[in-house]
């Protein structure tokens, strides 16, 4: 079983930046599409990026042209730079293998991005 571990989480005052990191298990992600999620206090998780095994990458309307998403295959890492960060993007973030549009793996601790004035 892969095992996914998001890290690089903080505090980071609005229009601050902030690049997560996503650590797997295994070398998989060559071979994936890996994708971004993030859950606020209260809301259902989303999806706010992607990136297929061919590099393609997809975003949210609500974090485009801010957010990069990024895969270093060498170090089975994906990333997420977040750039000129908003209020509402405090959130819990988490990373997953996307099969069909869908997460396939089991969700981990993720990683909590507070953006504060």
């Known amino acids: 079983q892969v095992q996914l571990v998001e890290s690089g989480g903080g505090l980071v005052q609005t229009g601050g930046s902030l690049r997560l990191s996503c650590a797997a298990s295994?070398?998989?992600?060559?071979?994936?599409?890996m994708g971004w999620y993030r859950q606020a206090r209260g809301k259902e998780r989303e999806l706010v990026a992607h990136?297929?095994?061919?590099?393609?990458?997809n975003y949210a309307d609500s974090v485009k042209g801010r957010f990069t998403i990024s895969v270093d295959n060498a170090k089975n890492t994906v990333y997420l730079q977040m750039n000129s960060l908003k209020d509402e993007d405090t959130a819990v973030y988490y990373c997953?293998?996307?099969?069909?549009?869908?997460?396939?793996?089991?969700w981990g601790q993720g990683t909590q991005v507070t953006v504060s004035s």
């Open positions: 295994g070398s998989i992600l060559s071979r994936y599409t």
């Open positions: 997953n293998l996307l099969s069909g549009g869908w997460p396939t793996l089991g």
């Open positions: 990136i297929t095994s061919s590099g393609i990458t």
